[in-house]
């Protein structure tokens, strides 16, 4: 049985976009779909409909619904780090880096561009997917590193106490930003207690520099 094919709605056509374009173009229509569901809901139909383009476009650009999903988190994670490194090269002040760098990453939740969230449907979507668990496995280690590592320099330049271990405060620090996804996946059910959480966490790192809470 012939496979079928999505079609293009009129009026979509445009300028005749070079392989690159159009792979970037699938992957934010491909953002858009999946922010506004889950990977599970999303189909391989709905992002060739986003992008204005047919099913075997899509398949010329991205080898499936997994691959493409991954090529997501990729695009993501890159604007997500290039966001923090220059935040981070912009601030001298290394006792605000993680907080300049938090603030960053929950005003990315509102962005269809979200690491966070697309990150949260994979852990619950994708958990048991062979094609894309290495890659969420992969992901998920490449966050801890980055964090991980700030938060050693941080440490190194007084910006956090030395008797914090980095490794383990970057878990936590993710887990905030997956609690914030959540609460936004759940109709808000968080976003109440929000602000209460991340004054707790300011106020123990103050606290562990012997400064003010």
Same mark, same amino acid.
């Given at each position: 049985?012939?496979?079928?094919?999505?079609?293009?709605?009129?009026?979509?056509?445009?300028?005749?976009?070079?392989?690159?374009?159009?792979?970037?173009?699938?992957?934010?229509?491909?953002?858009?779909?999946?922010?506004?569901?889950?990977?599970?809901?999303?189909?391989?139909?709905?992002?060739?409909?986003?992008?204005?383009?047919?099913?075997?476009?899509?398949?010329?650009?991205?080898?499936?619904?997994?691959?493409?999903?991954?090529?997501?988190?990729?695009?993501?994670?890159?604007?997500?780090?290039?966001?923090?490194?220059?935040?981070?090269?912009?601030?001298?002040?290394?006792?605000?880096?993680?907080?300049?760098v938090a603030?960053?990453?929950?005003?990315?939740?509102?962005?269809?561009?979200?690491?966070? !969230? &697309?990150?949260?449907? %994979?852990?619950? =979507?994708?958990?048991?997917?062979?094609? #894309? $668990?290495?890659?969420?496995? +992969?992901? /998920?280690?490449?966050?801890?590193?980055?964090?991980?590592?700030?938060?050693?320099?941080?440490?190194?330049?007084?910006?956090?106490?030395?008797?914090?271990?980095?490794?383990?405060?970057?878990?936590?620090?993710?887990?905030?930003?997956i609690l914030r996804?959540?609460?936004? !996946? &759940?109709?808000?059910? %968080?976003?109440? =207690?929000?602000?209460?959480?991340?004054? #707790? $966490?300011?106020?123990?790192? +103050?606290? /562990?520099?012997?400064?003010?809470?």
């Amino acid at each position: 049985m012939a496979k079928a094919t999505t079609k293009v709605p009129s009026g979509r056509r445009g300028p005749r976009m070079t392989g690159e374009e159009r792979r970037a173009s699938i992957l934010e229509s491909a953002m858009r779909v999946f922010a506004k569901g889950s990977y599970a809901s999303a189909t391989t139909s709905a992002i060739a409909r986003e992008a204005g383009i047919t099913e075997p476009v899509l398949y010329h650009h991205f080898k499936g619904k997994a691959d493409l999903y991954s090529a997501c988190l990729d695009a993501t994670w890159d604007d997500l780090r290039g966001r923090w490194d220059a935040i981070i090269e912009a601030e001298p002040d290394a006792t605000r880096w993680l907080g300049r760098v938090a603030e960053a990453g929950f005003a990315a939740l509102d962005d269809e561009r979200d690491a966070a !969230r &697309l990150w949260l449907h %994979a852990i619950t =979507d994708l958990a048991e997917d062979p094609k #894309a $668990r290495p890659r969420v496995i +992969a992901f /998920t280690t490449d966050l801890h590193e980055y964090v991980a590592d700030l938060l050693t320099r941080a440490q190194a330049a007084g910006g956090i106490g030395a008797d914090l271990d980095p490794r383990a405060e970057a878990w936590i620090f993710l887990s905030i930003g997956i609690l914030r996804a959540l609460s936004r !996946r &759940l109709d808000g059910v %968080a976003d109440a =207690d929000f602000p209460s959480v991340i004054a #707790a $966490r300011q106020s123990w790192y +103050a606290q /562990t520099m012997g400064a003010r809470a």
